[in-house]
């Protein structure tokens, strides 16, 4: 399963969550809602999931192995970073 296409949906400046990403599988399959998280200096990612009767989250969606995980992360981390740098080029432009 190849990651064909990785959407930064929404950027945030104040607080942990940092963006809202969408990434493509195989021009076949498309995940939503995948959190860019910056906490404790470092970025990570946050897969979807949904909030149970008893206040806890379970995952709708996530990686099976380890390395798939750090590869998902790492292209959507690259993602990201081409974003917020597409985002301050057109601030300076302005």
């Known amino acids: 399963m190849k990651i064909t296409d990785i959407k930064i949906r929404k950027t945030f400046t104040e607080g942990p969550m940092k963006a809202v990403a969408s990434v493509t599988f195989d ?3 498309v995940v939503h809602d995948i959190k860019v998280i ?3 200096e470092k970025y990570f990612i946050v897969m979807p999931s949904r909030k149970n009767a008893d206040d806890t ?3 709708i969606v996530h990686p099976i ?3 798939f995980r750090a590869l998902l992360e790492n292209a ?3 993602a990201y ?3 917020v740098e597409s985002l301050a080029n057109a601030e300076e432009t302005v």
């Open 57 to 59: 989250y379970r995952d």
């Open 65 to 67: 192995n380890s390395e």
């Open 27 to 29: 021009h076949q399959l």
């Open 76 to 78: 959507v981390k690259s």
């Open 81 to 83: 970073d081409a974003e």
């Open 38 to 40: 910056y906490a404790k």
